[in-house]
């Protein structure tokens, strides 16, 4: 009796969750600039679930990868800052202008990325963003940019902890992706 009532309820839930679920994810490439003026290049890999509440509501979350050159803002790296990092970002997405073909909406959440041997990213904000409707089932989104706080806390000693409060609006923050939606 306890399987039937599970499988019922699986098979419900499964039913719920029509055209509601998207899965996705973007991927990104930036050129950064290192205290000595020597540019070198970040790969990131960001696959993403999210849940449609309703026409204008969702809530979702990013697990990320990032692997190159990282510019944290107070100078402390020299000519090698490759590093690895680890992130996740919930996040709830009100989209405000909906149309067939063009959705813009705005995510707002948290995150946290622990970058190997140096320390961990915490951010609280906003991201903008744009969705072309391919068909139904499938979006091109892009996300442009970042409006909220970012702080830094370091594993190594002597170097202080450094928080940003602000828009940034460069290419570090430019990601496109494609989500199907169920």
Known sequence: MKKFLMTIAAVF???NMSAQVYVGGSVGVASVTDNLNESQ???KFVPEIGYNLNDDWAVGVELGYQKGACNLGNGA???DTDTEVFSIAPYARYTFVKSKLINLFVDGGVGIGSYKDL???FLLGFKPG???NLSE???FVAHVGFVGMES???KQDGIDNSTN???SLDNNNLTFGLYYNF
């Open 13 to 15: 839930v499964a039913m």
């Open 41 to 43: 290049t970040v790969y």
């Open 77 to 79: 790296f020299g000519q």
């Open 119 to 121: 320390g961990t990213q």
């Open 130 to 132: 744009v969705a072309v």
């Open 137 to 139: 089932s499938l979006s």
């Open 152 to 154: 830094f806390n370091w």
């Open 165 to 167: 409060v602000g828009v």
